[in-house]
């Protein structure tokens, strides 16, 4: 079972990566009123980046089936993997044209923390969450914080590439452990 998630979810980054695919991912915005306050409220009340937590839930079509908060941390998981996918297709394309040494060393091992951090939401993370096993969960949306925001994407020769992406992914994904914190202190 793992096995198998692991590989599709190998083959889809893969996909990604090599075709350099803009993946059509939900974001319209649809049903804001009907997604309600519960968002809104746990946004304000449990998260760093209320704002961005907010406006990136919002657009996000997964949203508007939560009515608990357990099954808005789990979606708010969903979406932190869904746009790290988004922002590495986006620095994955400058690996073919990159032509200065440390720049590639760099981006290469940024890509890499970024492949990780997916996987550990995916692979780790919600199976855990859906077992109700919060701390483990949280530990995995904690390390993913912590890959993204991983020295090698924090070069100065990337950073630039990213072209102001990843301060507003690092928050989001800060946002998401703050809730998933939340649900490991209060799991009923
Ligand atoms: C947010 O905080 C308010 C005020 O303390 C409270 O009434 C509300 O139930 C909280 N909502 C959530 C989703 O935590
Ligand atoms: C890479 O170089 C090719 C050929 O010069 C160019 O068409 C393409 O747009 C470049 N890609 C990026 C991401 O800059």
Redesign the pocket.
């Known amino acids: 079972m793992a096995k198998q998630l692991v590989s599709s979810l190998q083959i889809s980054i893969f996909l990604l990566v090599i075709l350099n695919l803009n993946p059509v991912f939900s974001s319209a915005k649809i049903g804001v009123d009907r997604i309600g306050s519960l968002v809104r409220e746990s946004c304000k009340n449990w998260t760093e980046f209320p704002n961005i937590c907010i406006s990136t839930l919002e657009a996000d079509s997964r949203s508007i089936s939560v009515n608990t908060f357990p099954q808005l941390c789990r979606v708010a998981m969903e979406v932190a993997s869904t746009r790290i996918s988004e922002t590495l297709s986006f620095i994955s394309?400058?690996q073919?044209?990159e032509t200065d040494p440390t720049t590639q060393f760099y981006l290469k091992a940024c890509v890499r923390k970024y492949i990780a951090g997916t996987s550990l939401i995916e692979v780790n993370a919600i199976p855990a969450f859906d077992e109700k096993d919060f701390e483990e969960a949280y530990n995995d949306v904690a390390l993913v914080r912590q890959l993204v925001a991983d020295s090698e994407c924090d070069d100065s020769s990337v950073t630039k590439l990213f072209n102001g992406r990843q301060t507003e992914l690092i928050q989001f994904i800060t946002d998401v452990v703050n809730l998933a914190d939340r649900q490991r202190r209060n799991p009923n």
């Open positions: 394309q400058f073919v044209n």
